[in-house]
T-cell receptor
Framework: DARVTQTPRHKVTEMGQEVTMRCQPI?????VFWYRQTMMQGLELLAY????????DSGMPKDRFSAEMPDATLATLKIQPSEPRDSAVYFC?????????????FGPGTRLLVL | GQNIDQPTEMTATEGAIVQINCTYQ??????LFWYQQHAGEAPTFLSY??LDGLEEKGRFSSFLSRSKGYSYLLLKELQMKDSASYLC??????????WGAGTKLIIKP
């Protein structure tokens, strides 16, 4: 069945290292969202793409985070350099992109621990 | 500012009924979602309300009152597998999804 996939599922790294997280949206979906979830902050929207174009990345710390969609089947979120406060679960979600209001389908998440 | 309020945690007994409330203050309103999230897993869609009233879907129902800025998720015949967090999210006037912090529901035998 169609699912959003994310890699890696778990990542432990040291402060200062680059982290790259990948997401494959559901085939045919035109909107992609990156979220960060922590116990303290809940779900925070980091970036939002429609038809591969970034529409909103206001929730993303621009100095260290970057999000791209090299093609329709791949979205990436990079952190460089990583810091301990970046430790969180990062979710990717996709939607059909056919209407203004749609259900978002979440991937399993990448659990990031920065030491 | 935009604000979504949900209780942090609730406890209920297997077989019982529980109501999880969500109140919101947002710039505009274009619907309200409920998602379920089991520990260590991704959020999954439960319901979407855009008109006032109750929508029933099996053991789960969702209610909306736009004039009161209020919604609730009603879970009947609780099962142990219903232990999860329940996230309320509102679509604002810019079609942005504003997420609540979630309500952790603990089911006891």
């Amino acid at each position: 069945d169609a699912r959003v996939t994310q890699t890696p599922r778990h990542k432990v790294t040291e402060m200062g290292q680059e982290v790259t997280m990948r997401c494959q949206p559901i085939l045919g979906h035109n909107t992609v969202f990156w979220y960060r979830q922590t116990m303290m902050q809940g779900l925070e929207l980091l970036a939002y793409f429609r038809n591969r174009a970034p529409l909103d990345d206001s929730g993303m710390p621009k100095d260290r985070f970057s999000a791209e969609m090299p093609d329709a089947t791949l979205a990436t979120l990079k952190i460089q350099p990583s810091e301990p406060r970046d430790s969180a679960v990062y979710f990717c979600a996709s939607g059909p992109g056919l209407a203004d209001v749609e259900t978002q389908y979440f991937g399993p998440g990448t659990r990031l621990l920065v030491l | 500012g935009q604000n979504i309020d949900q209780p942090t945690e609730m406890t209920a007994t297997e077989g019982a009924i529980v109501q999880i409330n969500c109140t919101y203050q947002t710039s505009g309103f274009n619907g309200l979602f409920w998602y379920q999230q089991h520990a260590g897993e991704a959020p999954t869609f439960l319901s979407y309300n855009v008109l006032d009233g109750l929508e029933e879907k099996g053991r789960f129902s969702s209610f909306l009152s736009r004039s009161k800025g209020y919604s609730y998720l009603l879970l009947k015949e609780l099962q142990m597998k219903d232990s999860a967090s329940y996230l309320c999210a509102v679509v604002d006037s810019n079609y942005q999804l504003i997420w609540g912090a979630g309500t952790k529901l603990i089911i006891k035998p």
